[in-house]
Antibody, heavy 121, light 110 residues
Framework: QVQLVESGGGVVQPGRSLRLSCAAS????????MHWVRQAPGKGLEWVAVIYYDGSNKYYADSVKGRFTISRDNSKNTLYLQMNSLRAEDTAVYYCARDYRVVTAIMPHYWGQGTLVTVSS | QSALTQPASVSGSPGQSITISCTGTSSDVGGYNYVSWYQQHPGKAPKLMIYEVSNRPSGVSNRFSGSKSGNTASLTISGLQAEDEADYYCNSYTSSSTVVFGGGTKLTVL
């Protein structure tokens, strides 16, 4: 079955960097677009970024553009989110999610359990 | 990238039906049939309930249904059950090749 396991969260000071990872299994990772979605404490879901199945295209929410970078290593079945210049408002649970169909990068389907990032001095 | 508009809360009694609306623009909800709905229980990851406006993934109860008219999508839950109490989010693909969520709706089963 599809399994997504996020890691790399923790407490980080404002202005610093953090890299999240998402280990995928149970499906052909290299065939699916992958998303990052976050949820601030007590708030709703906010889409962060998407990467095509082959890494050829990447798109970002305006709130993170220029600070966050999504990438993937299909040989390791792993998705990444490099987060730079972190702000207090980036504090959230970060979920990785697989797209709903092969090749597309349109709609999150399967989700991991999330990793908490806390930006605080 | 403005969030889609959902009511903050809805409620219904067991056995009743409720509908949650999701309003966007012609650049997202109205422009594509790539609208989805997610259910999230407290402390849990979201679960896809409806995709492509009205399709149910395998294993999702047929009490859940979706539709769309113009720039507004809707999720209807019939025969409300206690376990349906959760937060619900709509989602749409956009003309910028990004994805946008609604603000979420808290469903209370009375």
């Amino acid at each position: 079955q599809v399994q997504l396991v996020e890691s790399g969260g923790g407490v980080v000071q404002p202005g610093r960097s953090l890299r999240l990872s998402c280990a995928a299994s149970g499906f052909t990772f290299s065939s699916y677009g992958m998303h990052w979605v976050r949820q601030a404490p007590g708030k709703g879901l906010e889409w962060v970024a998407v990467i095509y199945y082959d890494g050829s295209n990447k798109y970002y929410a305006d709130s993170v553009k220029g600070r966050f970078t999504i990438s993937r290593d299909n040989s390791k079945n792993t998705l990444y989110l490099q987060m730079n210049s972190l702000r207090a408002e980036d504090t959230a649970v970060y979920y990785c999610a697989r797209d709903y169909r092969v090749v597309t990068a349109i709609m999150p389907h399967y989700w991991g359990q999330g990793t908490l990032v806390t930006v605080s001095s | 990238q403005s969030a889609l508009t959902q009511p903050a809360s809805v409620s219904g009694s067991p056995g009743q039906s409720i509908t949650i609306s999701c309003t966007g623009t012609s650049s997202d909800v109205g422009g594509y049939n790539y609208v989805s709905w997610y259910q999230q229980h407290p402390g849990k990851a979201p679960k896809l309930m409806i995709y492509e406006v009205s399709n149910r993934p395998s294993g999702v109860s047929n009490r859940f249904s979706g539709s769309k008219s113009g720039n507004t999508a809707s999720l209807t839950i019939s025969g409300l059950q206690a376990e349906d109490e959760a937060d619900y989010y709509c989602n749409s693909y956009t003309s910028s090749s990004t994805v946008v969520f609604g603000g979420g709706t808290k469903l209370t089963v009375l």
